[in-house]
């Protein structure tokens, strides 16, 4: 499934209320650093890491506004921006400059709603999209795995980065940030997996502990996921997972 334009929506969205869609990448393919095996936007081909051909910012910034005053016409409700779309949004060369655009945007038409960003982490080495990041309400940054086996297994990175890494970028956002992530299990190629089960469960936790996040959000599998043989955790597991993140004093949400 990708996104057929810049704007799309407002659509309803279980974490985020009436979500206004912001999709920064190309709407004839995905372009993404990771090629997770349940991506609802299919497989990421290795060509299609190249990001010369994205938008322009003055592409972006216009079909934002476009899109904020077409609502505001119509009377229509907006909770939250959201970048996500068609891979990974921080990918975007000016990641920053169309934050800071969009931040002037919202204060002139929909100033109570909040921004959001769906984030693989994988570009927070970059000094500009952490300090974009930092300028919004919702951060929301993957880390679906702690260890570098389940990591190579359910992300799949096309970016040389390992989960160290990703968890050693994550430290400098101080707490600052909200973080998901989808539990699931399956068997790929013959080999079974299950992230919300140990040694790999112990090693998440850690990591939450260590991070300290704001909020955390957990998920399973909702839409057609390009692998096979994947399969849902239920809502009861998640809970109990849920329980222990809030042991440590985080707000903890199971969707």
Known sequence: MLWESIAFGPIKSRRLGNSLGINLLPVVKKICSFDCIYCECGWTLESNMDTSQLYSLQEVNEAIETKLIQCKNDQIPIDSITFSGNGEPTMHPQFLEIIDHLLLLRTKYYPNAIITCLSNSTQLYREDVREALSKIENPILKLDAATEEMYQIINNPLQNCSVDQIIDWLKLFKGNFILQTLFFSGDLGGVPF?????????????????????????????????????????VEEMELIAQKVR?????????
Not at 206 to 222: C, E, F, G, I, T
């Open 247 to 255: 042991a440590m004093g985080i707000p903890t949400s199971v969707f």
């Open 194 to 234: 299950d992230n919300s089960k140990e040694p790999h469960l112990s090693k998440w936790i850690d990591a939450v502990q260590l991070l300290q996040p704001k909020q955390v959000m957990l998920y399973s599998l909702d839409r057609e996921t390009p692998a096979q043989n994947l399969n849902k955790i239920s």
